[in-house]
C-alpha cells in the first residue's frame, strides 16, 4: 500500500533512537554529565538524520526525497521533548547536522563503511571535549549499538510513496 511522505516520516521516526541518558552511557563505559549526554544525543540524531537522508536519495527521486526529510523534521519537533533537548532548538540542531553531513558523504564516497562514520563521529565529540580523550571506541560502539543503519535500510526496501 502506498504511503505518503508523512507516514514515511513517521516510520523512519519511530525506529530512530531518543535521548541517549546518562545511564546507558554508563553501561559504555562513559561518565559524563547530562549536558556531555546532550550533545551525544544529538551525535545520535544528526548520524541517524545521515543515514535516513542517504538511504531515502538511494531510494526516491530527488523531490520526493526531500518530501519525506521535511515530514521526517516535523516529526522530530513535535517530538523534541523525546530527546531530552530543552533549550536547544530543533531547526537549529538539525541544519548543524545537516553541516556533518558533507563530511560523511566524503567518507562514504572513499568506500567508508558506516562504522568509519561512526568513528569520524566519535572522533569529534572527543576532540571538542565532549567526551575524555581516549573514549572514542566507547562511543563508536554506543553508535553502532543504536544508530539502527540496517534497520533504515530495510524500511527503505519497503517503502512505497504514493504519487504526490
Given at each position: 500500500m502506498a504511503q505518503t511522505p508523512?507516514?514515511?516520516a513517521e516510520s523512519l521516526y519511530t525506529v530512530m533512537p531518543r535521548a541517549i541518558t546518562l545511564d546507558l552511557l554508563s553501561e559504555y563505559g562513559l561518565e559524563v554529565t547530562a549536558d556531555q549526554a546532550r550533545h551525544v544525543t544529538?551525535?545520535?540524531?544528526?548520524l541517524s538524520f545521515y543515514w535516513i537522508r542517504s538511504a531515502l536519495h538511494a531510494k526516491l527521486r530527488p523531490g520526493d526525497a526531500a518530501r519525506v526529510l521535511t515530514e521526517l523534521e516535523r516529526c522530530i519537533a513535535a517530538g523534541?521533548?523525546?530527546f531530552d533537548l530543552e533549550g536547544y532548538d530543533p531547526s537549529t540542531v538539525l541544519r548543524e547536522a545537516w553541516s556533518k553531513h558533507?563530511?560523511?558523504?566524503q567518507i562514504v564516497q572513499e568506500?567508508?563503511?558506516p562504522i568509519a562514520v561512526f568513528g569520524e563521529s566519535a572522533g569529534?565529540?572527543?576532540f571538542s571535549g565532549v567526551v575524555a580523550?581516549?573514549?572514542r571506541q566507547k562511543l563508536l560502539a554506543l553508535f553502532i549499538d543504536v544508530v539502527p543503519v540496517e534497520t533504515f535500510g530495510e524500511l527503505m526496501e519497503t517503502l512505497d510513496l504514493a504519487d504526490s
Amino acid at each position: 500500500m502506498a504511503q505518503t511522505p508523512h507516514d514515511a516520516a513517521e516510520s523512519l521516526y519511530t525506529v530512530m533512537p531518543r535521548a541517549i541518558t546518562l545511564d546507558l552511557l554508563s553501561e559504555y563505559g562513559l561518565e559524563v554529565t547530562a549536558d556531555q549526554a546532550r550533545h551525544v544525543t544529538q551525535e545520535a540524531l544528526s548520524l541517524s538524520f545521515y543515514w535516513i537522508r542517504s538511504a531515502l536519495h538511494a531510494k526516491l527521486r530527488p523531490g520526493d526525497a526531500a518530501r519525506v526529510l521535511t515530514e521526517l523534521e516535523r516529526c522530530i519537533a513535535a517530538g523534541w521533548k523525546d530527546f531530552d533537548l530543552e533549550g536547544y532548538d530543533p531547526s537549529t540542531v538539525l541544519r548543524e547536522a545537516w553541516s556533518k553531513h558533507a563530511a560523511y558523504d566524503q567518507i562514504v564516497q572513499e568506500g567508508g563503511s558506516p562504522i568509519a562514520v561512526f568513528g569520524e563521529s566519535a572522533g569529534g565529540l572527543e576532540f571538542s571535549g565532549v567526551v575524555a580523550g581516549g573514549e572514542r571506541q566507547k562511543l563508536l560502539a554506543l553508535f553502532i549499538d543504536v544508530v539502527p543503519v540496517e534497520t533504515f535500510g530495510e524500511l527503505m526496501e519497503t517503502l512505497d510513496l504514493a504519487d504526490s
